[in-house]
C-alpha cells in the first residue's frame, strides 16, 4: 500500500492565497485585508495536534512560524503577533501567525470569528504575494 | 548592575492557580471551570515573542506545552487542543493550552473574550491542583 500523501485541506486552501512551501511548511496568506495573517502547515499527512509530529518535524514547524512572524514584521507596522493552532473548524494542523495592531478591529481581542473577512484587492494581493515570496524566498 | 530577574506578570497570577514549575515554564492553571486550560510562561526576564527565546528555550517551551497537552487529555475527555500565544492583553510570553469540547460554550470559536470565567469550587478547584501536579510531576 501506498503511504499515504500531504495534501491541503481545502477549506484552509478556499480561505488563502498559497506563498509557497519552506522546509517543511506550505505557507499561506490569508486574504483578510484587516491583520497580516500568514498560516503554516506542516506537508505530513494525518497530523491533527502538535504531539503528532516528531520532536525534530514539531521544533521546525516553530521555527518556520518565528521565521514567518519576523517576515511580517519587516512588512507591516505591528504591535504584536498571535501564534496559535487552534483546529476546532480545521482539524488539519496548521499554524497561524497573525500582526495584530491596535487599531485593529478585533483588537485586544482574538481575530478569528471577528465579522467577516475583507479580502484584498485583486492588485493589492498580488504585490502583497510577490513581497511575501520575496522575503520567505520560498521555493 | 544584577541582571534581570524572571517575575510573574501579576494580570497572569491573579486569573490563575499555581500548579508548580517544568524546567522552563511556571505553570498555571486558569480558574474557568468551562475549558480545562492550563498556561506555561517560560521562566525568564522579559520576554514578549517566541523569536525572544534562544533556539533551546524555544524548543522546550513547545515541547513544554505539547506535554501540559498531554496532562490534560488525560485528565479530560477533550475534542481538541488549542495552543497559542496572543499577548495582546498580557505581553509577558505565556502559552495558553486549552482542551476544547464540542459542547463547550464556546466552541468552535476562541475561548478568549467568550463571557466571563466560571470558577470552580473551591473544592474541586483544590482537586484538580492536586491531580495537576501528580501528572506534571511539577517540582
Known sequence: MAS???ELDP???RATKEVGSLALSRVLF?????YPWLVLVPQRPGIVEWSDLDTEDRHQLLDEAVFAGEVIRRLWDIDKLNT???GNVVPQLHVHVIGRRQTD???PGPVWG???PVPYAEEACTSLLSLLQAELSCR
Chains 1, 2 share one sequence.
Open 4 to 6: 499515504p500523501v500531504f
Open 84 to 86: 496559535a493552532t487552534l
Open 105 to 107: 478591529p478585533a483588537w
Open 11 to 13: 477549506q484552509l486552501s
Open 114 to 116: 471577528h465579522d467577516q
Open 30 to 34: 490569508m486574504n483578510d485585508s484587516r
